[in-house]
């Protein structure tokens, strides 16, 4: 009896996981990847502006790949960085260090300074084939249209996995319900309270541009 139970909440469940692939999870990839490359103002050949908010790219590169990890491994502890990070680079992006690559989160996050690593932008990422992940004495190259192109990579083979694993989606699943992302919010989500207090067009759109909406937004018919 308790099986039957059992089996029957998980079936309810992949119900709900299912939806919030088929409706949310790419455009959760425009929003984390996307905003990476327009940051960047990256080109198709993966040369960077150099306009760009180039450290602020590689902020919101790191950010993913630990959104992403929360995702594969269903982890929303608040001290569950690390092992976010680690899953998700260890399965999708195994040319990396995940212990670097987390420490160059903390740093650049809290410091605004890159440990381990030498971060640059220049040139395509054919001419930066060789030099990237390279070593130059204690640190490591880190191209940014690289580090992007990788990150995208890892983030298509693990969707295509994510398709095809119902146990995956429903840790992704319950990871999102408690871990929302930034997301678009439309302007009727916004209480008029809110909205009158706004002094342009240009302040309700960034309102309306990202923030963050409860769990009932998502089950709306």
Known sequence: ???????QINKDELIFADAFLKQEFGRIVDWAVGDIKKC??????????????L??????WCCAIEYFGGLYTGN???RGTKARMEGFIHKYMNRYDSDKIYELRWSLLHYYSPHNYLMYHKNSLEDNKGKHLSKSGERIWLHLGWSIKDLEDAVNQYRVELEENNKLKIKAWKFFKVRYPIMPLKNEYISPLTLS??????????????????ESYWFKK
Do not use: H, W, Y
């Open 197 to 214: 207090f706004l002094a342009s067009g240009t302040a309700i759109q960034s309102v309306a541009a990202s923030g963050t909406v409860d």
């Open 76 to 78: 929303p502890n608040e």
């Open 1 to 7: 009896m308790n099986k039957n139970i059992r089996s």
């Open 55 to 60: 450290v602020g790219a590689f902020i919101l």
């Open 40 to 53: 960047c103002r990256i080109k198709p050949d993966g040369n960077c502006d150099d306009n760009g908010a």
